[in-house]
């Protein structure tokens, strides 16, 4: 399809994150991932619970339908009925996310914003990541400060899942033996070349990588005259 | 009680949990009265914000316990991030889950709570201290132990309070202002408005009234002192004075804002915004 930003289809590789996801809080962190849960919202999961980004359970037309302060979201999140998106400032090959600190821990070159819910939410409801802009600074070897817990981390933890990780450039996910990152989609005019410069590991690559979705036109149309009319989208994922 | 009085009360080397969340309803009427006293040495628990900011670049910390230190619209916490970034303070970085469960601990006067956080992360290889715990049935499942909060004091803010120290907030999220009041041996309530017992129900209904007096020990009328931090319905973030706040020197900014008592320093704050 034509004339679909790269943008749009990052919003789609989103909103798949929550297809089936039946009655549960979609939580989105970032633009993209939140034009994409709406969209899942508004089509193949209407039955998606969202906040307004602080205590309140939303429709997609802002409608109030619930009140879930912090102490709340902590229960949903623990009690799992809650699928989050979260970014990652660094994120391994294993899926271990970090969003605390940069080098060495105890005096860090670079002071992020903390561990936050990584830990809890990792361990508790699916998480997946979002990473607006690929590269080798992000996918990294090794986490300096394993937040979000991997799966070479998280050993046999009874809720722990990471269904995929959408970049600017493709779909990933670990659905291989040893849990460790594969290209799942390609976005289109994406090669699978600048998907391993761009990745300081080895991520693997199926003989056969599929492209990402194109949208419907209801979704685009959904996109952009409802969700994003302003165009938003573009200040996370340019063109 | 006014905020000096209050902070008076506090001691160097103290154990103190301050309420709120990142920018959001931070007593900071009480944490300026703080930094007006000598007092340092601190253990901060907090879901940090600008207090930590502020306390850390006045060198008042020895060690921070908390998950995150934000002010929301800016994501990272200028001052929280030099002072990490030059060694200035112990930090217990844990969980945000964790943090709420050791709060419970300490209300409920139970050593540890088990939580299922942590395990996994660096979270457990930064806090060696931390434990874990085998669930005694037969699911077997391992968890952590989180210790209990206990804090010396805890400073919060909210939008109503009677003379007793019964507190409501009006806004949408109560954060955990209860929880440190519950879990800590003095309670500090500042709040916009002191009003009559009988009024506090009238104006929303009891499931606002958050605080409970038998956990307070002094209620303090600060309108403002959540500024420049949001506390709806009384007013939302002043954004453009947290933007001062970020981009100016600590030294600067002190000089500036912090020199005097509160009066002045809601002074400045007028004079910096609307200038003649």
């Given amino acids: 399809m034509s004339g679909v930003s790269r943008a749009e289809y990052c919003v789609i590789a989103c909103a798949e994150t929550w297809r089936d996801a039946g009655e549960i809080l979609a939580s989105p962190m970032g633009l993209i991932p939140s034009i994409g849960a709406r969209l899942a919202r508004h089509t193949f999961s209407p039955d998606l619970l969202l906040t307004d980004g602080e205590a309140l359970l939303v429709t997609p037309d802002g409608t109030v339908e619930g009140w879930l302060p912090y102490r709340q979201h902590l229960t949903l999140v623990t009690g799992g009925r809650r699928h989050v998106m979260m970014g990652a400032s660094q994120i391994d090959r294993y899926g271990n996310q970090n969003i605390s600190c940069i080098g060495d821990w105890t005096k860090p070159k670079r002071q992020l914003l903390g561990v936050r819910g990584a830990p809890v939410n990792t361990l508790n409801n699916p998480t997946s990541y979002w990473i607006p802009k690929h590269s080798r600074r992000v996918f990294v070897e090794k986490a300096d400060m394993v937040c979000g817990v991997g799966y070479d981390h998280a050993l046999d933890a009874r809720h ?3 269904p995929r990780v959408v970049s600017d450039l493709g779909v990933f996910d670990f659905t291989t033996p040893d849990r460790s990152m594969r290209l799942a989609s390609l976005h289109p005019e994406v090669t699978v070349d600048q998907v391993k410069e761009a990745t300081a590991f080895a991520v693997t690559i199926p003989d056969d990588v599929p492209y990402t979705r194109d949208p419907t036109p ?3 149309h959904l996109i952009r005259e409802v969700i994003d009319p302003r165009n938003t989208r573009i200040r996370e994922v340019e063109a | 009680m006014t905020s000096d009085e209050a902070a008076s009360r506090l001691e160097s080397g103290m154990t103190l949990g301050i309420g709120g969340w990142g920018s959001r309803r931070k007593p900071m009427a009480l944490v300026r009265a703080l930094l007006r006293t000598e007092i340092t040495d601190l253990t901060v628990v907090s879901y940090g914000g600008p207090d930590v900011g502020m306390l850390a670049a006045a060198g008042r910390i020895r060690k921070l316990i908390a998950a995150f230190a934000t002010l929301d619209s800016i994501p990272l916490e200028p001052h929280f ?12 970085e ?9 709060l419970h601990a300490a209300a409920n006067r139970l050593p540890f709570m088990p939580v299922r956080a942590g395990i996994g992360s660096d979270v457990m290889r930064v ?8 669930s005694p049935y037969a699911d077997g499942e391992t968890f952590v132990a989180m210790p209990a909060l206990r804090l010396d004091a805890a400073l919060v803010h909210v939008n109503r309070a009677d003379r007793q120290g019964n507190g409501q907030y009006l806004g949408p999220d109560p954060y ?16 916009e408005r002191i009003v009559d017992t009988a009024d506090l129900a009238k104006e929303a209904p009891p499931p606002s009234l958050l605080l409970k007096r038998h956990v307070v020990t002094g209620v303090i009328e600060a309108p403002g002192g959540a500024h420049f931090t949001s506390c709806v319905p009384d007013y939302a973030r002043d954004e453009a004075f947290q933007k001062t706040y970020a981009t100016t020197p600590w030294p600067e900014f002190a000089a500036r804002f912090l020199s005097g008592d509160e009066q002045a320093y809601q002074s400045a704050v007028k004079e910096a915004t609307c200038p003649e």
């Avoid at chain 2, 844990?94 to 469960?101: G, L, Q, R, T």
């Avoid at chain 2, 202002?177 to 800590?184: K, Q, V």
């Fill in chain 2, 176 to 191: 955990f202002d209860d929880l440190f009041c519950e879990a800590a041996d003095t309670a500090y309530v500042s709040c």
């Fill in chain 2, 94 to 102: 844990i969980d945000e889950a964790m943090f709420m469960w050791g």
């Fill in chain 1, 160 to 162: 722990h899942r990471i």
């Fill in chain 2, 127 to 134: 806090n060696p201290e931390l434990r874990t715990i085998t």
């Fill in chain 1, 218 to 220: 209801a979704e685009l």
């Fill in chain 2, 81 to 92: 991030r030099a002072a990490r970034e030059r060694g200035a303070f112990e930090l217990m």
